[in-house]
């Protein structure tokens, strides 16, 4: 029986639960093409074809699909067996804006305790105006934010975060009517871009409630009660865009930056899954 190749097959549980190629490599700080170059040595050792690849969509084989428990089992048995005579865990305190997870979240706690068993994740959700203050304050090891403006150049953008004016499929804007929004409070960046976005094509509007983060907000949207510019990735399920039907202006989209302090190996290791499982959620 041949020995199979560990960090093949690392890579092939990676790809796999990450739907990308690209994404695996960040997670390994290594290229696409190393990556691919292992799945295909695995492939040929195994006789099989594990992925159904095209230029847009990753996805298993039927081949790939029976494989995949026993690898990740292999895996974890690995990691294991590294770890059996250290007991070192790191906490990652990670800030993140509320713009930018929602109903994702789940997935992306499951993740991480998968790719990352030996960090303990300490994950704060608020404005990115407050993760900026606790990132200065050197309360967090890293804080994904929006970039409102150029007045602040630090930091890595992980990918663009793009918005639309989302409410039910049903939601009516009577002609003559200031068109009903929900909204943030007066210190958030996507309040204030939104506003001027309806401001400059002169639609007459009016708060009819005001909530902080995705949760509240978009209560109110699948409630009927309002429209809500909210980040695509974070759409509450049965909301859909409206701002072709309204009329209503097109809303700029917002790079996602990283701003991290992380040194260790482990950390910043850590991060780089943090950040690979976040590119992959829906957008």
Do not use: Y
């Not at 739907?19 to 696409?32: G, N, P």
């Not at 713009?99 to 994740?121: F, K, N, T, W």
Request: proline content about 4%; glycine content about 10%.
């Amino acid at each position: 029986m041949k020995a199979l190749d560990l960090d093949a097959v690392q890579a092939f549980v990676l790809v796999a639960e990450l739907k990308s190629f690209t994404r695996a490599a960040e997670v390994l700080d290594t290229t696409q093409s190393a990556i691919s170059l292992k799945i295909k040595r695995l492939e040929e050792a195994l006789g099989r074809r594990l992925f159904e690849r095209t230029p847009r969509v990753v996805r298993l084989s039927a081949d790939g699909g029976h494989f995949l428990e026993p690898a990740r089992a292999l895996s974890a048995a690995h990691r294991q067996a590294w770890g059996a005579f250290t007991a070192e865990r790191r906490r990652l305190v990670v800030g993140i804006s509320h713009h930018i997870v929602g109903a994702d979240l789940s997935h992306l706690i499951r993740r991480m305790g998968a790719l990352e068993p030996q960090v303990v994740l300490e994950l704060r959700i608020s404005t990115s105006l407050d993760m900026l203050d606790q990132f200065d304050a050197g309360q967090l090891d890293a804080a994904f934010v929006l970039r409102h403006d150029n007045r602040r150049q630090d930091g890595e953008v992980a990918f663009r975060q793009e918005f639309g004016w989302m409410a039910t499929p049903d939601f009516e804007h009577p002609p003559g009517e200031p068109l009903r929004l929900a909204t943030q409070p007066g210190t958030c960046g996507v309040r204030a871009m939104v506003v001027g976005a309806l401001e400059r094509a002169g639609i007459a509007w009016t708060e009819v409630f005001v909530g902080g983060g995705f949760a509240t907000l978009g209560a109110a949207v699948s409630s009927g009660l309002a429209v809500a510019a909210l980040a695509r990735r974070v759409v509450p399920p049965g909301a859909v865009d409206v701002g072709a039907r309204l009329g209503l202006p097109e809303l700029p989209g917002r790079d996602v930056v990283v701003h991290s302090r992380a040194q260790d190996g482990m950390g910043q290791g850590a991060l780089r899954s943090f950040s690979a499982i976040l590119r992959t959620a829906r957008s």
